[in-house]
């Protein structure tokens, strides 16, 4: 079993930065992905950036340029530093992993003023 611990998350006006931490409770290999999701009020969960073996990285197009993610596997964490943020931004975003099972975080709150 693997928990998922989220923190960064605030209000933010438009325009300006968050950066996201996710700490797994057990070693994620390499190889498996670790990423982010999102979900806003009335919306479906969808990804907002994935990372795999090699730094392999994947991307929403509604944040292409504007979001980064990135992995410290001797840290069991994963990162998303968010630039330019958007009203459209808001949500409840959610550290995600996969390791034989899908394992997820508990959400962090991510509220954009325009």
């Known amino acids: 079993q693997v928990q998922l611990e989220e923190s960064g998350g605030g209000l933010v006006q438009a325009g300006g930065s968050l950066n996201l931490s996710c700490v797994a409770s057990?070693?994620?290999?390499?190889?498996?992905?670790m990423g982010w999701y999102r979900q806003a009020p009335g919306k479906q969960r969808e990804l907002v950036a994935i990372i795999t073996g090699d730094d392999n990285t994947n991307y929403a197009d509604s944040v292409k340029g504007r979001f980064t993610i990135s992995r410290d596997n001797a840290k069991n964490t994963v990162y998303l530093q968010m630039n330019s943020l958007k009203p459209e931004d808001t949500a409840v975003y959610y550290c995600?992993?996969?390791?034989?099972?899908?394992?997820w975080g508990q959400g962090t709150q991510v509220t954009v003023s325009s």
């Open positions: 995600y992993a996969q390791q034989l099972l899908v394992y």
């Open positions: 057990r070693r994620i290999f390499r190889i498996n992905p």
